[in-house]
């Protein structure tokens, strides 16, 4: 059985993997960008200061996870599961820009060869370790990162994951030095660039796209669509929205019952629409139901329908004296008209020049008032 756990484990789970990777980060980043410069290593050097934005991140990570915890407040509805994207963000551009100052650093010593660093062979090992510990820092990382469903946590993992594929590389570029290719390690350096500006940008991009509300994937969309379709009293939907904030998926849908049941009727396919959603998808967590007795999604204009205290004021006039008669009446907003269904108590059954009365002036007010498209006369059992 899957184990659930509460916010603030979840909280506290967060907090350990963050502190736990920026203690191994501060210790990569310390031997590689000192054995690198012992070892007369650019891309070892590169790869230390791409432990260095690990450690960044780590911190970025403890930052968004203490504000993304607190509980929704006057001025931020919501919640601030947001304060993750942003965090993303800003921890993506910063990505881009270690990039670009590796790529520009080791630009200058191709343009003169006699810069450029011959690694070696303690390099080698440096490189090995770094790959083999940023691995299990990966899959800890990953592991805790869908337990707690954050993304931000995922894009830290991968970060990890991109450290360790850098570390191959750099290995490589030092072997090949030392193998006499003065080249090589020169090379992957520019590669570990490439591939941090690359994480940098897609971190970036995704942020961007949760900021602007950005739907869910038309995958997860049609799944949603298919759930709700599937409840009794769904007749369709009319529309559907989602998005994204932090690792939480908001939805809103409209959907189409029968146009004649009753309020409570209607609010109670809501609240099923809402939990089913809620207790099938993990990312869902807010769900806010709309209901329609038509779609209307198609129509080019809408026209105000009679309120309830205008339809008693016209029903007071057409009736007179009758008026006092009527038990209640129920109101119906159908095809851009308005139904009214008149209720009389069974007593009147009895008195046939009564309750013709009142019919045909129910027939009347319907002929009279556009807006009203009929008047229906009932007796209550």
Request: hydrophobic letters at 50%.
């Amino acid at each position: 059985m899957k184990k659930v756990y509460s916010a603030q484990q979840i909280n506290q789970l967060k907090n350990k993997v963050t502190i736990i990777g920026a203690l191994v980060n501060i210790f990569l980043c310390v031997i590689k960008i000192g054995f690198g410069i012992l070892g007369q290593s650019a891309a070892l050097i590169a790869d230390g200061v791409h432990s260095l934005s690990d450690l960044a991140s780590d911190l970025l990570v403890l930052v968004a996870v203490k504000m993304g915890a607190q509980e929704a407040d006057h001025e931020h509805p919501y919640g601030h599961r947001r304060f993750e994207t942003l965090a993303t963000t800003i921890l993506g551009i910063g990505l881009i820009v270690i990039a670009a100052g590796i790529a520009w650093d080791v630009y200058q010593r191709i343009l003169s060869p006699e810069r450029l660093l011959i690694p070696q062979e303690s390099a080698l090992g440096i490189a090995a370790i770094s790959i083999l510990v940023n691995e299990w820092l990966f899959q800890y990382t990953k592991r805790i990162a869908l337990i707690t469903r954050s993304k931000l946590l995922l894009a830290n993992a991968w970060h990890h994951r991109s450290d360790a594929i850098s570390s191959i590389i750099v290995l490589m570029g030092i072997a090949g030095s030392l193998l006499g290719y003065i080249w090589a390690d020169a090379i992957a350096a520019v590669l570990v660039a490439v591939m941090v500006a690359k994480i940098g940008f897609n971190l970036v991009a995704d942020s961007v796209k949760e900021l602007v509300d950005t739907g869910l994937s038309p995958e997860l969309v049609e799944k949603i669509r298919t759930e709700i379709t599937a409840i009794s009293g769904v007749k369709e939907i009319h529309l559907l929205r989602t998005r994204q904030m932090g690792e939480d998926a908001l939805v809103d849908a409209h959907i189409v019952v029968g146009s004649r049941i009753t309020v409570s009727e209607g609010h109670m396919i809501g609240d099923v629409v809402r939990d089913v959603l809620i207790s099938k998808f993990n990312d869902v967590q807010e769900v806010l139901v709309h209901i329609d007795p038509e779609n209307d999604e198609h129509k080019e204009e809408w026209h105000k329908g009679l309120l309830r205290d205008e339809i008693d004021i016209l029903l007071n006039e057409y009736l007179a004296e009758n008026y006092g008669l009527i038990d209640e009446f129920r109101v119906h907003y159908i095809e851009g008209g308005v139904e009214i269904e008149v209720i009389l108590p069974h007593t009147l059954f009895s008195l046939s020049q009564q309750v013709a009365t009142i019919k045909n002036r129910c027939v009347v007010l319907a002929q009279e008032v556009s807006q009203i498209n009929s008047v229906i006369v009932f007796f209550k059992a």
